[in-house]
């Protein structure tokens, strides 16, 4: 074998932002329609850490009609000064130099989001061109890059402001080389950040604005003085509160911030969300940590000081005091570690104690200071409490034996041959007719057949326990072979893919949004991980000669039927169900591996989903009726 040549020459030393526009994953995570947002996301950062710092009031993010985006600010401006290490401006060093920012010298910002100081320089790097103005001394100063972060117009002064006027403003275009996916921005997407931006940093005004639509300008202001409380209303807007009022604690201690804003609700799902320098950790963390450990332990004082809970009564759980609470953790940290690269878990071990002291005081003063809310809170925990004991013993029914005989399991289930979940999927499927014709038109070794009668429990309105009790559900639960609740392991799921296949009609749709709930209360692990699918069965049989063609809806049966031949006699049948398709006709459309269309079922915003799910299958009936009444004129396709 010839001996590879490797010395010093074949070390390649990449200058400037080349290493960036090389491995653009590293710096964004992704080049996708996520990593495009991202930009954004670096440029905003700039912006609120000037808030944070108190010098900046104001923000407007612009999408342009040419889709580059402008960043606008009222803070101090970068400096425009030469930088004394690198010898030209420090607004070009800026944004050409990689690890250059005010995050790194120790004065220049007591708290930041953008922890690496790239931000500025990674944006230039993945764009085709970027334009920086700074207002600062009644001057206005402006340079501009192009081809990925090359100095086309060095710092010059353009003109005179009046003094008063501070400020950054920012506009680049992405590089759609790099972007290849989508270089388009989406409203949506930009909106709900802001949003959320505007929550964690009160009295700071955000604008957000889209100029794409000449006929239609979209502007949108978002201010809140409330800050987090403000967020914890949002959330429970469609929600009974238990208390009107909103708990909204805050305290310093060693320079780190913390504040928590929270309210509880009659549901039973908790909803928690803590964020550290404005980055959601929504994986927790230590400030997570220190809040509910206080939490749990205030309560059980409060209710054995106020002889609710007795001597010889077990103590409430975490997971018995968070049923139905709604709370927003937001922590400002001089130097926040982060767990891992995705800055979604903070780990300063320092953290969880002045998060438990912070919130124990301001809490405990709270449940003193107002029985009756304090005793509507622990009586909640304690109904959680009987219901989680109740919740455990209805599992146990739940448990897989190792023939699967458990009650009339057997028989309900038509299991695959393979034993390796890599390889296995189960098909739920609703009633006995869907169910025969799924078993006979599957494949036998790596497809499982489950049918559910009947409709099943809307888990929204449930707790654990009372789910439990529902045949259908306990039957869904032990297939899995996962556990629920505190049990849940989602490496014994028994199956690499679980594949709603429901009718392409209304009931088909109630059963797919019923199943979906209740994935998403108790299995929401398997959702993030890609475990769940929903079956695409066709709308439409298109018949011409011998062929048969299968389509999903009226837009593909057109355009299939104008790419005919003009003298071509074919016959369009609409399909009626699942249950009335012959098992070979349900293998060819729906169940082969190798035709079929499923479309994977994600979480992408469980925040948004949570409020949809509320909204149509929640206590309230109020938010529901008016849903239907706003949507009710887009109805079509009416199975009646």
């Not at 499982?448 to 707790?463: D, F, Q, S, T, Y």
Request: charged residues 30%.
């Amino acid at each position: 074998m010839q001996e590879q040549h490797y010395d010093a020459s074949d070390i390649q030393v990449l200058e400037g932002l080349e290493a960036v526009r090389k491995r653009p994953g590293m710096y964004i995570g992704t080049t996708s329609e996520r990593g495009l947002h991202h930009l954004v996301w670096e440029i905003v950062d700039n912006a609120i850490d000037e808030a944070l710092a108190g010098y900046c009031k104001n923000i407007e993010v612009t999408i342009n009609d040419d889709n580059s985006v402008t960043v606008k600010d009222d803070g101090r401006g970068i400096p425009t000064g030469i930088h004394p290490k690198t010898g030209i401006s420090t607004v070009e060093t800026v944004y050409t130099i990689l690890h250059a920012g005010g995050k790194f010298g120790g004065g220049g910002y007591k708290v930041s989001g953008g922890l690496h100081g790239v931000g500025a320089s990674v944006v230039n790097a993945l764009s085709s061109w970027v334009e920086v103005t700074v207002y600062q001394g009644g001057k206005v100063y402006q340079i501009r890059f192009e081809n990925g972060g090359h100095t086309v117009k060095p710092l010059a002064i353009i003109g005179d402001c009046p003094i008063e006027r501070t400020g950054t403003t920012v506009t680049f275009k992405p590089d759609p080389t790099i972007f290849t996916d989508t270089t388009i921005f989406n409203y949506e997407i930009l909106r709900k950040r802001i949003q959320e931006l505007a929550f964690l940093n009160r009295g700071l005004s955000i604008v957000l604005v889209d100029e794409r639509d000449k006929a239609e300008l979209k502007k949108e202001t978002f201010m809140y003085e409330g800050g987090i409380s403000a967020y914890v209303a949002m959330l429970n807007e469609h929600s009974t509160p238990l208390h009107e009022k909103i708990i909204h604690l805050t305290g310093e201690e060693d320079g780190i911030t913390l504040e928590v804003a929270l309210q509880y609700n009659s549901g039973y799902q908790e909803k928690i969300y803590s964020f550290t320098n404005n980055i959601n950790t929504y994986e927790g963390g230590t400030h997570e940590d220190g809040v509910k450990r206080a939490l749990t332990r205030i309560i059980n004082n409060y209710a054995r000081t106020a002889k609710i809970l007795k001597d010889n009564d077990d103590s409430l759980s975490g997971e018995d005091v968070r049923e139905g609470l709604t709370m927003i953790i937001s922590c400002k940290h001089p130097n926040p570690q982060f767990e891992g690269q995705t800055k979604t878990k903070l780990g300063n071990s320092e953290v969880r104690k002045i998060a438990d002291d912070v919130f124990s005081e301001g809490f405990e003063r709270f449940l003193l200071e107002n029985p009756t809310e304090a005793r509507l809170i622990v009586e909640k925990s304690l109904t959680a409490s009987r219901a989680r004991q109740a919740a455990r013993k209805a599992r146990e029914l739940t448990r897989r034996k190792g023939d699967l005989d458990i009650g009339n399991f057997y028989g309900k289930l038509t299991d695959c041959k393979s034993k390796d979940p890599k390889i296995s999927e189960i098909f739920i499927v609703e009633g006995d007719s869907a169910g025969g014709s799924a078993k006979k038109g599957r494949d036998s070794m790596t497809q499982a057949i489950l049918p559910l009668r009947g409709k099943i429990l809307n888990v929204e309105k449930a707790r654990l326990d009372r789910a439990l009790g529902n045949e259908e559900i306990r039957t869904i639960i032990t297939a899995f072979g996962t556990g629920i609740g505190e049990e849940f392991d989602i490496s014994k799921l028994r199956y690499d893919k679980i594949i709603i296949m429901t009718d392409a009609d209304v009931d088909g749709a109630h059963i797919r949004v019923l199943l979906l709930t209740l994935f998403y209360r108790f299995f929401k692990p398997i959702v993030e991980a890609g475990h769940v699918y929903a079956a695409q069965p066709p709308l439409y049989r298109i018949a011409h000669g011998k062929i048969r063609k299968y389509v999903l809806d009226e837009a593909e049966k057109d355009e299939y039927i104008k790419n005919l031949s003009p003298n071509t006699k074919y016959e369009v049948s609409r399909m009626k169900g699942l249950g009335e398709m012959d098992p070979e006709e349900l293998n060819e459309t729906t169940m082969d591996i190798e035709k079929r269309v499923l479309r994977k079922i994600t979480v992408d915003d469980c925040v948004a989903a949570d409020s949809v799910f509320e909204t149509l299958m929640g206590e309230e009936v109020e938010p529901r009726r008016k849903f239907i009444e706003e949507n009710a004129g887009y109805v079509q396709n009416l199975d009646i």
